[in-house]
């Protein structure tokens, strides 16, 4: 049985550095907080995300940051930013 294919996409972390390796904090796709990974909104590119934050009024700080994060096929199918599908 092969293993499953993962990519690394980009999310926006809410929390300290510290914080997260206990258990992250992320923005998802209508802006609010989401302790779920798989809730959490997914960019293909850094300027993506911080495009995200920019039009959400997001302020990127050293306890909000842009990060990256290991997703299976199928986990990146069903969050995608939807502007970021057609690129």
């Not at 914080?19 to 909104?41: H, P, R, V």
Request: negative net charge; aromatic residues 10%; proline residues 1%.
């Amino acid at each position: 049985m092969p293993g499953k294919t993962t990519q690394r996409l980009f999310v926006i972390v809410s929390g300290s550095k510290q914080q997260t390796e206990a258990g992250a904090c992320y923005l998802a796709n209508d802006g609010s907080l989401t302790f779920s990974k798989s809730n959490a909104a997914r960019f293909l590119t850094f300027w993506g995300a911080k495009e995200f934050a920019e039009i959400n009024h997001i302020v990127l700080t050293a306890q909000t940051y842009i990060d990256r994060e290991e997703f299976t096929e199928s986990d990146r199918q069903d969050s995608l930013i939807e502007s970021e599908r057609h690129t």
